[in-house]
């Protein structure tokens, strides 16, 4: 999973700008060693929510074109006389961390770019190098309405349960991820969904475990599981 801190990180001087970095006038994007060229701009305009950048990224299919969106603010520093290439093949690809580009977009809440993705046909179920689906990060983050964008999207209630049930490799669904962040309204909607209050996870926890004592959220989590339980 791609760390969020990233997006904005500064630098020192001109010294310090490293080759995979492209800039937005808000901050430095700085991508993964191993992303692939042709996808740096995909990756770096949805972890930045340009969703004009990301169209571009996703329209384009020269595959020498240099007229990156945003290599015209790195030029020569950056980029240097490389061709940019843009989107080929698949859009599930993944481009940073085993990160999809809708795993970005849902790990950084930039609600946009994932309804642009999901048009274009990212896939709901693509999982990262942590075994996560994009479900997985619009909890962890607590981005409700991406959250419920991604289980509304598909119309296919099989798939809404696979999602719901989806582990990753520590055994969290996506509710875990919600209750260990607190994410009172996700979990609401997850639950109302049909997400399970009593799966546990690889170290025995359930979803409510993974939240503070005393807190609304695992309240909610706790009640949920009572009334499973005396079903």
Do not use: W
Not at 47 to 54: H, I, K, N, P, S
Not at 131 to 150: M, S, V, W
Not at 163 to 175: K, Q
């Amino acid at each position: 999973m791609a760390v969020p801190g990233r997006r904005n990180g500064m630098i020192e001087d001109d010294e310090d700008i490293e080759e995979n970095g492209l800039f937005e006038e808000e901050g430095l994007v700085e991508l993964d060693d191993e992303t692939p060229p042709h996808l740096r701009d995909l990756a770096a305009a949805t972890q930045l929510g340009d969703l004009e950048a990301l169209r571009l990224a996703l329209e384009s299919s020269n595959s020498t074109d240099t007229s990156s969106p945003y290599k015209s603010k790195v030029e020569d520093e950056v980029l240097g006389s490389r061709p940019t290439d843009n989107l080929t093949g698949s859009i599930d690809e993944p481009v940073e961390d085993g990160d999809t580009a809708l795993h970005l977009a849902c790990l950084y809440g930039h609600l946009p770019c994932v309804q642009l993705l999901l048009e274009r046909g990212a896939s709901l179920e693509a999982k990262d190098e942590d075994g996560a689906i994009p479900l997985h990060d619009a909890c962890a983050g607590g981005f409700i309405e991406i959250a419920q964008l991604l289980l509304n999207f598909s119309n296919d209630s099989e798939i809404v349960k696979r999602m719901l049930e989806s582990v990753d490799v520590e055994g969290d669904t996506p509710l875990h991820h919600a209750g260990r962040g607190e994410h009172v309204d996700v979990i609401r909607f997850l639950l109302a969904s049909g997400a399970s209050p009593t799966n546990t996870n690889s170290y025995g926890k359930t979803p409510s475990e993974l939240a503070d004592q005393n807190t609304e959220a695992r309240r909610i989590l706790e009640a949920a599981a009572a009334a499973v339980a005396s079903e």
